[in-house]
């Protein structure tokens, strides 16, 4: 929490203190008084005062939280976005997760493919280097034969 976050909490329990102290003073001297609203007893209308003392701290506390507060802002205000938006990128990373997960599925069946592939060039061409040097000499003894002889 920031130093304006602490400051902004201070104030709110200074203020909330404040108008439930005032609160509390109209209550009493409502209720001392015996004054009477809406023609209810005065017990009652020292109910009322407090309920609408409550309300007033209430209200000062939200207005002052919205006026200072961006966080508090979008808390109360564009939640519902955030959270909309929150689950459309986990679709996305869900679809993109499985895409992926099948592009290295794919890849490494290639992988297995082209390795497979190899081994096959590799025997070939062992086989390819046995014939070549197997002829080689055969015809370097033919060749040696026929030099030596010939007539044959």
Do not use: C, H
Not at 52 to 72: E, N, P, W
Request: no cysteine; charged share 30%; net charge positive.
């Amino acid at each position: 929490m920031d130093l304006r976050g602490i400051a902004l909490v201070v104030l709110l329990v200074f203020i909330s203190g404040l108008i439930a102290y005032i609160g509390d003073y109209v209550g009493r001297k409502v209720g001392k008084k015996r004054i009477s609203l809406f023609n209810l007893r005065p017990k009652y209308t020292s109910i009322i005062v407090t309920i609408i003392t409550g309300a007033v701290i209430v209200s000062v506390t939200l207005i002052l939280l919205f006026a200072f507060s961006q966080y508090a802002r979008t808390s109360f205000f564009g939640l519902k976005r955030i959270v909309d938006e929150l689950e459309t990128r986990k679709v996305q990373l869900q679809e993109s997760t499985a895409l992926f997960e099948k592009k290295q599925k794919e890849l490494e069946r290639s992988t297995f493919e082209y390795k497979r592939q190899e081994e096959e060039l590799r025997a070939e061409i062992k086989k390819t280097e046995k014939t070549t040097k197997k002829t080689l000499r055969d015809w370097m003894k033919y060749s040696a034969t026929s030099i030596s002889n010939p007539l044959s």
